[in-house]
Every structure is written in structure tokens, then in C-alpha cells.
């Protein structure tokens, strides 16, 4: 009789990369709610309530109200410079 050994087309083999893709998406999910909540703290909004809407919305809906605040939050408030620059 011969045995089966999970291979590369098993269905174990299957699940365990759908579960990779998946760990791997929600963590770059993470990285940008974190990325534009950050973006979010630094500008230079002209209304100081701006900043404050805007981190609810990020925090309350955080991958739609990261992306609505990717495509229609960042063009208002302005980037300071940075603190250190570079010299080239």
C-alpha cells in the first residue's frame, strides 16, 4: 500500500498559502491605516478641527477612512518641512 504525503497540489498545501496570502494582506492593511493616520498627525491642516475629522474618520473606518483620506484628505493639508534635511 502506499502512503499519501502532503505535496505541493494537496489541498493542506492550498490552504496553508491562502492563509499566508491572507496574513500578508490584512499586515499591509495595517501598515497603511498606520502610514496615513501618521500622515494625518503631521500635516498642516488650515482648520485644526480638519485633523481632528479626519483621525476619526481613520480610526472609526479604518481601511475605507484611511482610503477616503489617501485620495481626498492629503491634497488640504500642507507637509511641514521636515526637521533634519538632507544635504546633497
Not at 481601511?63 to 484628505?73: K, N, Q, R
Not at 507637509?79 to 534635511?85: D, L, S, V
Request: aromatic letters at 12%; charged letters at 15%; hydrophobic letters at 45%.
Amino acid at each position: 500500500m502506499i502512503e499519501s504525503h502532503p505535496g505541493a497540489g494537496s489541498p493542506e498545501a492550498i490552504v496553508g498559502l491562502g492563509v499566508a496570502a491572507i496574513t500578508l494582506l490584512c499586515m499591509g492593511l495595517v501598515m497603511f491605516v498606520f502610514s496615513m493616520l501618521a500622515d494625518c498627525q503631521e500635516r498642516r491642516f488650515p482648520q485644526r478641527r480638519l485633523r481632528r475629522n479626519w483621525t476619526l474618520v481613520i480610526l472609526l473606518l479604518p481601511v475605507i477612512g484611511a482610503a477616503v483620506y489617501y485620495y481626498f484628505g492629503r491634497p488640504q493639508g500642507e507637509k511641514p518641512p521636515p526637521a533634519f534635511p538632507r544635504y546633497y
